[in-house]
């Protein structure tokens, strides 16, 4: 049987940089957080959640949604790590691995996805990252089971980096083309338009 794989969409962020509501800016004539809810559509996974803060109603207003479930996270001011521990145990006891995507990439590949996905199968590694050869960049991440209480032990806005800093054991790194930035600030957003093919 084939492991069931679902994504957590994380667009809870308060995006102090951003001035706006950041996964909502458009580019290319898409929201941000479309781009990457795509990109989980194009992969094919079992099934995905975006958690949402403290702009959800603004959001569920202007995204295209397929199937994907939203729950909000109640103190997005938090941090990353809260959203990434609601997302987590809002989904089904039959997932086996989560598929954290970062709602302000928009160039999410659903190439990379399914390598990610690949690549776990074949390893008793619990956490997959990809090694992007413009950057090094480590997202999506795929998260086995088995890493998600540890997930759980993340505090503030940093996501994933610590634990998979502090836990070399438990990750396997994929080689991946390309990039997948960070939009941030209106300047990254510039800068990205014209490379999602539209």
Known sequence: M???????????????????????????????????????????????????????????????????????????????SSSLWIGLQALPPDVDAALILLGDQPLVRADVIRQLIVAGAGT?????????????????????????????????DRGMGPLIGAHPELVLDVAVDGDNPDVDTPADLAALSGRTGG
Do not use: C
């Open 2 to 80: 084939t492991d069931r794989i679902a994504a957590v969409v994380l667009a809870a962020g308060r995006a102090t940089r951003f001035g706006d509501v950041k996964v909502l800016a458009p580019l290319d004539g898409r929201p941000l957080l479309q781009h990457v809810l795509d990109a989980a559509a194009a992969a094919a996974l079992d099934e995905v959640v975006v958690v949402l803060g403290d702009e959800a109603d603004e959001v569920e207003a202007a995204i295209r949604w397929r199937s994907e479930r939203r729950v909000r996270n109640p103190a997005p001011a938090s941090g990353l």
């Open 124 to 156: 008793e590694r619990s956490i997959v990252v990809p090694r992007y050869a413009v950057s090094g960049s480590m997202n999506p991440v795929l998260l086995r089971r088995a890493a998600w209480n540890l997930a759980g032990g993340l505090t503030g």
